[in-house]
């Protein structure tokens, strides 16, 4: 059978994700040092981890609400208040989801007609282009450069705006360049789509993870006019070492949520119910924990900008996030080259800066939640490569 006739179009229209092939080629080698996969090294803090068994003990195994338990959208809503500093009702504005991912690809869908434009800034993070594209939607990106520190200028945005736009999407602090926005440029972003009408969807999953005590995170949803038009995502994945658990949440004004939970409980019912007990306990008593991880992080993103830059790779010290974005094009390889022959000759595994978007060539994607012993050796490798270039 000729199955390619039988794949949705828009499903076909979208690439593989450029790190999952990456990572196609780095399975089943041996000795490998990956400094590739986005996600913390930490095993989710036992307390945590102690909730969801206890849950499962006392035989918590049935579905939840759809918008999630009560108990942890309250939790949420303390937590968003206190740490954004934007209030949303637990009982019509808040959504608990499988994942920012899946709130990402609600939101989307909720909200755009088909042909519409979102535009986000890129290098990104690879779902944002294909969910865009699976909901009928045109994406729109808007390079960033390593001379702004990867973030977002309003000018750009303004640029990008035509009477399509619908929605503009944000990542702060970014994946993969760690990039955070400064507070200038989110009040001329914030301005751009009060004048625009246009929704924003702000992913701020790395919003714990801010290495300058003097900038801390501010959302978009601040900013005045901004929160009627802001669906603010987050979740448990990187604060909280939390990635397994598949839980994230979305926070809107209520028709907003109420669109987002018709598609939900369709597709997905609820988030699972031990997940959920998990991440209330992540709330209620995880963060001494956040911030003993993000100390970590701290330390080892300060030694990784500090030895790429001094084997010639320059590399901006990123604010945020667990990623390092060195700059690789003085070397005359193509990212895919890079990041290919190290791996060949060195065994130590980085994303190519194209997988999250064009813009991303001649970069390199370094993750550095990965074990200080294990980032020293890669360090020393990636330096004898760089060094016989
Ligand atoms: N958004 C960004 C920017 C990410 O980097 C990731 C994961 O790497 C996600 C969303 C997905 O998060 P979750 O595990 O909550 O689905």
Redesign the pocket.
Known sequence: MDYSEKIARQVAAIPRSGIRDFFELVQGREGIISLGV??PDFVTPWHIREAAIYSLEKGQTSYTSNLGLPSLRRAISRYVDDFFDVHYDPAGEVLVT???????DLALRALLNPGEEVVYHEP??V?YSPSIVMAYGEAVAVETRKEDGFSLKPEALAAAITPKTRVVML?FP??PTGATASKEDLEGIAKLCVEHDLMVLS?E??SELRYDENEPHVSIATFPGMRERTIL?H????AFAM?GF???YACAPQPIIEAMMKIHQYSMLCAPITSQTAALEALENGSAAVVKMRDSYHQRRDFLVKRLNAMGLDCHTPGG?FYVFPDIRKTGLTSQQFAMQLLEEEGVAAVPGTAFGKSGEGFLRCCYATGFDELKLAMDKMEAFVGRL
């Open positions: 986005g996600e499988v994942g920012v991912s899946e709130a990402i990104c993070y779902s990542n970014t994946n992913d999953i790395y995502l979740g448990f994945s990187k990635t598949r839980l994230g996030a």
